[in-house]
């Protein structure tokens, strides 16, 4: 019923920008909680950010603080990631993530319940 969908990952040279999206199908996508994860090879998925309802709250790791932005647009059912000042160690998997409950806690990968499949980044020197 809920699928998500991540586009936009390629390669970029450091210091440069990119902008990720990622397009949900499903109901009551207002009131989903989005968040975008990584996964570099050889390391566990993380948090990068998270952004609530109305749009307001946003939420990032202090890794990509400063860096990067979250924000979503209830009416096109689209959540972006705007990536700036890029470095070698942001390369990895970027995911899109949908929560749905309205539980768990937003920067761990268990309070969400649908996830997409991924798109590449990666970031030369």
């Known amino acids: 019923q809920v699928q998500l969908v991540e586009s936009g990952g390629q390669s970029v040279q450091a210091g440069g920008s990119l902008r990720l999206s990622c397009a949900v199908s499903?109901?009551?996508?207002?009131?989903?909680?989005m968040a975008w994860f990584r996964q570099a090879p050889g390391k566990v998925r993380e948090f990068v950010a998270a952004i609530y309802w109305s749009g307001a709250n946003t939420y990032y790791a202090d890794s990509v603080k400063g860096r990067f932005t979250i924000s979503r647009d209830n009416a096109k059912n689209t959540v972006d990631l705007l990536l700036n000042s890029l470095k070698p160690d942001d390369t990895a998997v970027y995911y899109c993530?949908?929560?749905?409950?309205?539980?768990?806690?937003?920067?761990?990968?268990?309070?969400?319940?649908?996830w997409g499949q991924g798109t590449q980044v990666t970031v030369s020197s």
């Open positions: 499903g109901r009551t996508f207002s009131n989903y909680r």
């Open positions: 993530a949908a929560d749905s409950s309205s539980r768990g806690t937003y920067y761990l990968r268990s309070g969400y319940n649908y």
